[in-house]
């Protein structure tokens, strides 16, 4: 069955921190960009990182400096290293799988919140 799994997600307190994973079951994962989007309530959906097959990543402005991206392909894993937590990162975080001409997959989401 073709999936990708997050986990990690949890209640912390401003400043704290929670790793990410996003494991992939069913497709070839070590082939795809990777990526990491967010949905905080009211808002529209945001990449938050990125991560290519050979491990280049890329960031947005507001988790520059806090947030980490990488990827264990012999896992089938990717991972989303979130420090210095602020009470704005609240969202629901969802991991992406693509390639371009291939199927892309979503995974069903991880709840982070951070109390002020």
């Known amino acids: 069955q073709v999936q990708l799994v997050e986990s990690g997600g949890g209640l912390v307190q401003t400043g704290g921190s929670l790793r990410l994973s996003c494991e992939a079951f069913?497709?070839?994962?070590?082939?795809?960009?990777v990526s990491w989007y967010r949905r905080a309530p009211g808002k529209e959906r945001e990449l938050v990182a990125a991560?290519?097959?050979?491990?280049?990543?890329d960031y947005a402005d507001s988790v520059k400096g806090r947030f980490t991206i990488s990827r264990d392909n012999a896992k089938n894993t990717a991972y989303l290293q979130m420090n210095n937590l602020k009470p704005e990162d609240t969202a629901v975080y969802y991991c992406?799988?693509?390639?371009?001409?291939?199927?892309?997959?979503w995974g069903q989401g991880t709840q982070v919140t951070v109390s002020s």
């Open positions: 991560i290519t097959p050979g491990s280049r990543t």
């Open positions: 992406k799988a693509a390639r371009l001409g291939r199927p892309i997959y």
């Open positions: 069913g497709f070839i994962f070590s082939d795809r960009v």
